[in-house]
């Protein structure tokens, strides 16, 4: 018996709403999928009609496929699907293959037929094969809200039939909405914030403050390991290392203890501006919420942002704690966040901070700090690190690939 072929077909949304550059972002797309896929089975993927198709996939392990296509942001899902001939005795076949042994209670069919010559609309097939399942396995037809979506495609004389499926983050692929400079705490919400522009298509490179050796480094080991996280969204990362602990000591010893909080902040931002200079990078991102912390008020964002020369992107601005909470338990972040560490801020934190900067107070007090060098020292002496996300081989050079529309 003739083995069935089995390919991955993928769904995209947001990038089909685009105009003029609609390929640009398609072709994006299918090199990040490639990517992610490196090292599994597959023989190509193709783009046709708004659809991808992984092709020559291995059923068995469709787990491992699924999990990493679930990272590739701009997918909306993917379905395993098997490939049959275009005839109907074999989609009703396949279709209660599938199906079997199966617990669920509701279905629906979900046709579509791009092979126009087929003699039956998709209608048509969704109601025969329908009425098939309905006969043999005798199970209610739910279109809204079903336990199973049995999706079948008839593409170029073929017939596509899947059910198994895994949902994506949608958004746009990793790479075609520019660079931006992460500023990634080892807490709960700076990974997060790094995860929504991902989600966004913005390439991160990462920055992270310490003050060792006041503190110890494991904040430097745990923001490895969440990076490690991030790279399995964006394939590899870059950490900057910078050392903030002089910078900090000289506003400690020039400055009122109050505005401690906010002339590190202001530090911070400055440094990563610097940095982004250096690569030509237009924005920061940072994780702050709006009324999170005593440093998070509006006055208080208001004079950190002014200490930089790009804007500074602030995904969770208007989320709740438990909101960001559950977001990092979701995107595998949240379990290193919560290993203890020593924060470069609250190691020196005092006991009144300021909750309302008053901006031209911090101006002037920062004005009359003399940091002579402090900053090109601490850039100079920042350690770099390129994280990848390990487990994965990079694809094999002997697979074909096409993108055919
Ligand atoms: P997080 O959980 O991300 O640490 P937080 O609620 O603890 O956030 P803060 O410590 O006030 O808030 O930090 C606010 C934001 O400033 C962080 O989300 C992060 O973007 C940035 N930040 C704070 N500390 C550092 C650091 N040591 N290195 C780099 N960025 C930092
Ligand atoms: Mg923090």
Redesign the pocket.
């Known amino acids: 018996m003739a083995v069935t072929p089995y390919c991955i077909l993928i769904h995209y949304h947001e990038i089909s709403l685009k105009g003029k550059n609609r390929r640009w972002f398609e072709k994006r797309l299918l090199k990040n999928i490639r990517t992610q896929l490196g090292g599994l089975p597959y023989s190509s993927v193709q783009h046709n009609a708004s659809r991808i198709f992984c092709f020559g996939v291995e059923k068995m392990q469709w787990k491992a496929y699924g999990s990493r296509l679930k990272r590739v942001m701009g997918i909306k899902h993917a379905t395993l699907m098997s490939q049959v001939s275009a005839e109907m005795d074999c989609i009703k076949d396949e279709v209660l293959k599938q199906l079997e042994g199966r617990a669920f209670d509701s279905f629906r069919i979900s046709a579509r037929r791009q092979y126009k010559e087929f003699p039956l609309t998709s209608q048509e097939i969704n109601e025969a094969i329908g009425t098939a399942v309905i006969s043999t396995y005798n199970k209610k037809v739910n279109l809204k809200h079903a336990d199973i979506d049995v999706m079948i495609q008839l593409i170029k004389g073929m017939a596509y039939v899947g059910c198994d499926r895994i949902y994506g983050y949608g958004g746009l692929p990793v790479g075609c909405s520019e660079k931006a400079i992460?500023?990634?705490?080892?807490?709960?919400?700076?990974?997060?914030?790094s995860f929504e522009m991902l989600k966004r298509g913005v390439d991160l490179t990462y920055?992270?403050?310490?003050?060792a050796p006041a503190t110890n480094r494991q904040?430097i080991r745990n923001?490895k390991g969440i990076l490690k996280v991030m790279a399995t969204y964006q394939i590899r990362c870059k950490l900057h290392l910078?050392p903030?602990l002089e910078i900090q000591q000289k506003i400690m010893a020039d400055a009122p203890n109050k505005l401690w909080?906010i002339l590190f902040?202001r530090a911070?931002v400055k440094l990563?501006c610097m940095l982004a200079d250096k690569e030509d990078i237009p924005a920061l991102?940072?994780?702050?919420?709006v009324g999170?912390?005593a440093?998070?008020t509006l006055s208080n964002i208001r004079a950190t942002s002014d200490a930089g020369d790009r804007p500074i992107l602030r995904p969770?601005s208007g989320m709740n704690k438990d909101e960001?909470v559950e977001k990092a338990e979701k995107i595998g972040s949240y379990e290193i966040?919560i290993e203890p560490y020593d924060?470069?801020?609250?190691f020196f934190i005092p006991m009144h901070p300021e909750t309302k900067a008053d901006l031209d107070r911090v101006r002037k007090t920062e004005a009359g700090i003399e940091f002579g060098n402090l900053f090109q020292n601490a850039l100079e002496n920042t350690e770099f690190e390129s994280i990848d996300c390990g487990d994965y081989k990079l694809k094999k050079t002997n697979m074909t690939e096409a993108v055919h529309d």
């Open positions: 992460s500023m990634i705490s080892s807490g709960i919400d700076s990974p997060v914030a920055v992270h403050f310490h003050s904040s923001v910078v903030l909080v902040r911070m990563a991102v940072s994780g702050e919420s999170q912390v440093s998070q969770l960001i966040s924060d470069c801020c609250s």
